[in-house]
């Protein structure tokens, strides 16, 4: 497997497997910021086997999704034990840029999904949600994949790469993959790392407030208000645990909805501890 560090480097080896594909065919983009786990690997199989011996895995901490109060520094950063994993699970290739190869000096350009980027996550973490577009934008831009992959956990993160790649024309199809959750119900996330075995336990109260709502949904419940308020009775069983939003919205709009139909996206966010971890489901 090689490791790629430059944009051109990148561009080169697409478009060369592109020129091998005898149906034309392109390559497969994972983007991650890397301490790989389950869940990364459940996307990477499967952009191995729509695009087998032509899976590219991006490796980078984007500085520009973190707030200046946030866990950049000491976020985990696990390259070596990253490319073994990427590499049993059918990556060919890792992108790992340096900070200066994405953003070269005196770079002005950012991308903004107006109105979608400041919901959800980015009511809570502003400018988040710019600098994960910018980052995939030029992702995206670089390797011209035919698939990028990412995963359901991430749902407002998807719904915003989504727009942007429709209103750029990017010409990339974003592939969505289920939630990857511990045997407990724990949805797997890089930051999980952070939880005490205390804090762990009490993290397990997000997906308990979705299978609560989902079992109301079942029953026949379709009030917002009354699912959401069901869902932070749920919260309320871990006084520790801090919400930062608890919301049902339309998955294309991040907008809140009166009542839960197919489709809809249920959505939670809670600090426990210090680490803010986020979950979700799709009604129906």
Same mark, same amino acid.
């Given at each position: 497997?090689?490791?790629?560090?430059?944009?051109?480097?990148?561009?080169?080896?697409?478009?060369?497997?592109?020129?091998?594909?005898?149906?034309? +065919?392109?390559?497969?983009?994972?983007?991650?910021? $890397?301490?790989?786990? #389950?869940?990364?690997?459940?996307? /990477?199989?499967?952009?191995?086997?729509?695009?087998?011996?032509?899976?590219?895995?991006? @490796?980078?901490?984007?500085?520009?999704?973190?707030?200046?109060?946030?866990?950049?520094? #000491?976020?985990?950063?696990?390259?070596?034990?990253?490319?073994?994993?990427?590499?049993?699970? $059918?990556?060919?290739? @890792?992108?790992?840029? $340096?900070?200066?190869?994405?953003?070269?000096?005196?770079?002005?350009?950012?991308?903004?999904?107006? %109105?979608?980027?400041?919901?959800?996550?980015?009511?809570?973490?502003? %400018?988040?949600?710019? $600098?994960?577009?910018?980052?995939?934008?030029?992702?995206? @831009?670089?390797? +011209?994949?035919?698939?990028?992959?990412?995963?359901?956990?991430?749902?407002?993160? =998807?719904?915003?790469?989504?727009?942007? =790649?429709?209103?750029?024309?990017?010409?990339?199809? &974003?592939?969505?993959?289920? /939630?990857?959750?511990?045997?407990?119900?724990?949805?797997?996330?890089?930051?999980?790392?952070?939880?005490?075995?205390?804090?762990?336990?009490?993290?397990?109260?997000?997906?308990?407030? &979705?299978?609560?709502?989902?079992?109301?949904? %079942?029953?026949?419940?379709?009030?917002?208000?009354?699912? /959401?308020?069901?869902?932070?009775?749920?919260?309320?069983?871990?006084?520790?645990?801090?919400?930062?939003?608890?919301?049902?919205?339309?998955?294309?709009?991040?907008?809140?909805?009166?009542?839960?139909?197919?489709?809809?996206?249920?959505?939670?966010?809670?600090?426990?501890?210090?680490?803010?971890? /986020?979950?979700?489901?799709?009604? %129906?």
């Amino acid at each position: 497997m090689q490791i790629l560090k430059t944009v051109e480097e990148l561009r080169t080896w697409s478009r060369a497997r592109r020129c091998e594909s005898a149906s034309g +065919e392109g390559i497969a983009l994972v983007p991650t910021m $890397g301490a790989l786990h #389950t869940g990364h690997a459940s996307l /990477i199989r499967g952009a191995a086997e729509a695009r087998p011996g032509r899976v590219a895995v991006s @490796i980078f901490v984007n500085p520009t999704q973190f707030g200046p109060q946030e866990d950049f520094a #000491t976020y985990p950063r696990t390259f070596d034990a990253d490319c073994a994993l990427a590499g049993r699970e $059918g990556a060919t290739t @890792i992108f790992a840029p $340096g900070v200066e190869e994405m953003y070269p000096a005196g770079a002005a350009t950012l991308v903004d999904v107006e %109105g979608l980027g400041d919901r959800l996550d980015g009511a809570s973490r502003p %400018g988040h949600f710019r $600098g994960v577009a910018t980052v995939v934008a030029k992702l995206l @831009i670089a390797a +011209e994949p035919d698939l990028a992959f990412f995963g359901q956990k991430d749902a407002a993160q =998807v719904a915003v790469l989504r727009r942007m =790649v429709g209103d750029l024309r990017l010409g990339t199809k &974003i592939v969505v993959c289920p /939630i990857v959750r511990e045997a407990d119900g724990l949805a797997l996330s890089s930051r999980n790392a952070y939880l005490s075995s205390e804090e762990r336990r009490q993290a397990l109260v997000l997906s308990r407030a &979705i299978r609560r709502v989902e079992t109301l949904v %079942g029953g026949g419940e379709r009030s917002s208000d009354s699912l /959401i308020t069901a869902a932070r009775a749920v919260f309320a069983e871990e006084p520790t645990v801090w919400i930062d939003y608890v919301e049902l919205v339309n998955w294309d709009t991040l907008l809140p909805v009166s009542a839960a139909r197919p489709g809809t996206l249920l959505a939670v966010a809670a600090w426990v501890g210090s680490t803010r971890l /986020i979950d979700n489901a799709i009604i %129906g």
